[in-house]
């Protein structure tokens, strides 16, 4: 059995060797900055969270996320082997609000963490912190996106974060089938979507990055964005 198949039966990363180790130290820099990520982008220059600098966190892929995940086979983190996962340990989120404390005195203007960039959330205690941390630091503001959807994971962040803070959080919903239209992403390749959407426009070589785009968390947005698949 190759890596891809023995990590998709048994529920982790392809690139094990690249999860940091559960016992993180309380400074270690979980949350990465932005700009060293070409398609996410340091200073955001659109949108309503214009002026605030953007980070990034990833989780490991598959000992995060849901089953049902329509990508839990093909998910594009078994191309990226040189990310830094983070495992899910009781060090976790102490250093996360380690880093973020770090980072309020960084950037008092705020900032803004791109959930997730591989990973999802993994339970509705993991929801509260990051309402906790909204409610704690009101410069700070979220995005990203979730497989999860029906159990108490998805219904704590569409009553939590994105009612709870529908100015400073956006969770869209990476769905096929029954989907809220305004906060849902997609992937190109899905022909049964019905409605209003948007390419991401990073990949269509129409923004250089997401810090230089917004649209993902645009105010009111109407539209489902959709991806090219990686």
């Given at each position: 059995?190759?890596?891809?198949?023995?990590?998709?039966?048994?529920?982790?990363?392809?690139?094990r060797k690249s999860v940091r180790p559960s016992t993180i130290k309380l400074f270690t820099d979980v949350l990465k900055p932005g700009k060293n990520n070409k398609k996410l982008g340091?200073?955001?220059?659109?949108?309503?969270?214009?002026?605030?600098?953007?980070?990034?966190?990833?989780?490991?892929?598959?000992?995060?996320?849901?089953?049902?995940?329509?990508?839990?086979?093909?998910?594009?983190?078994?191309?990226?082997?040189?990310?830094?996962?983070?495992?899910?340990?009781?060090?976790?989120?102490?250093?996360?609000?380690?880093?973020?404390?770090?980072?309020?005195?960084?950037?008092?203007?705020?900032?803004?963490?791109?959930?997730?960039?591989?990973?999802?959330?993994?339970?509705?205690?993991?929801?509260?912190?990051?309402?906790?941390?909204?409610?704690?630091?009101?410069?700070?503001?979220?995005?990203?996106?979730?497989?999860?959807?029906?159990?108490?994971?998805?219904?704590?962040?569409?009553?939590?974060?994105?009612?709870?803070?529908?100015?400073?959080?956006?969770?869209?919903?990476?769905?096929?089938?029954?989907?809220?239209?305004?906060?849902?992403?997609?992937?190109?390749?899905?022909?049964?979507?019905?409605?209003?959407?948007?390419?991401?426009?990073?990949?269509?070589?129409?923004?250089?990055?997401?810090?230089?785009?917004?649209?993902?968390?645009?105010?009111?947005?109407?539209?489902?964005?959709?991806?090219?698949?990686?």
């Open positions: 059995m190759n890596a891809t198949a023995l990590a998709v039966k048994n529920g982790h990363t392809k690139y340091g200073l955001i220059t659109k949108g309503r969270w214009k002026g605030k600098y953007l980070y990034s966190l990833t989780l490991e892929e598959r000992a995060t996320c849901p089953r049902y995940c329509h990508h839990w086979d093909d998910c594009y983190g078994n191309n990226m082997p040189f990310a830094h996962r983070f495992d899910v340990s009781p060090d976790l989120l102490p250093a996360i609000n380690s880093n973020i404390m770090r980072l309020r005195n960084k950037h008092p203007q705020g900032i803004v963490i791109r959930l997730h960039v591989l990973g999802d959330f993994y339970s509705p205690e993991y929801v509260n912190f990051w309402v906790q941390m909204l409610e704690e630091w009101p410069n700070l503001c979220l995005f990203g996106y979730t497989a999860r959807w029906g159990d108490d994971i998805q219904y704590a962040i569409h009553t939590k974060l994105n009612r709870g803070y529908p100015n400073r959080c956006v969770i869209r919903y990476s769905r096929n089938m029954e989907y809220d239209e305004t906060l849902s992403a997609r992937y190109a390749s899905d022909e049964t979507f019905e409605g209003a959407a948007f390419t991401c426009p990073e990949q269509t070589g129409k923004a250089a990055s997401c810090a230089d785009c917004g649209l993902c968390w645009s105010d009111g947005a109407t539209k489902t964005v959709r991806f090219l698949s990686h």
